[in-house]
């Protein structure tokens, strides 16, 4: 069984914090892709903005891959991400 992620239609971008919840990760992860080249992103001034359907389609990508260890443990979601070079 797959959970299906709600993308908000009426906003374009969001901010990694905003992101990171949308996905059930932390910001620092999605920094990471970013710097790796994984995640698409703009950043207009000092904030990163990524859109909605490439944070999921990225997530998706390192979830088939077996990047993204997902876990649940009382409630609560650990993440960490494989190491691409």
């Known amino acids: 069984m797959s959970a299906q992620i709600v993308v908000p ?3 374009p971008f969001l901010n990694l914090n905003e992101a990171a919840a949308l996905v059930g990760l932390k910001p620092p992860t999605l920094r990471r892709a970013i710097r790796r080249g994984q995640l698409i992103y ?3 001034g000092r904030a ?3 859109r909605p359907s490439d ?3 990225w997530l ?3 979830l088939r891959l ?5 876990a649940t443990k009382n409630n ?4 960490k991400t494989r190491d691409r070079k």
């Open 9 to 11: 239609s009426d906003r």
């Open 42 to 44: 703009a950043r207009p």
């Open 48 to 50: 990163y903005l990524v």
């Open 55 to 57: 944070v999921t389609t």
């Open 60 to 62: 998706e990508e390192e």
């Open 66 to 70: 077996g990047g993204v260890k997902v």
């Open 76 to 79: 609560s979601v650990a993440a």
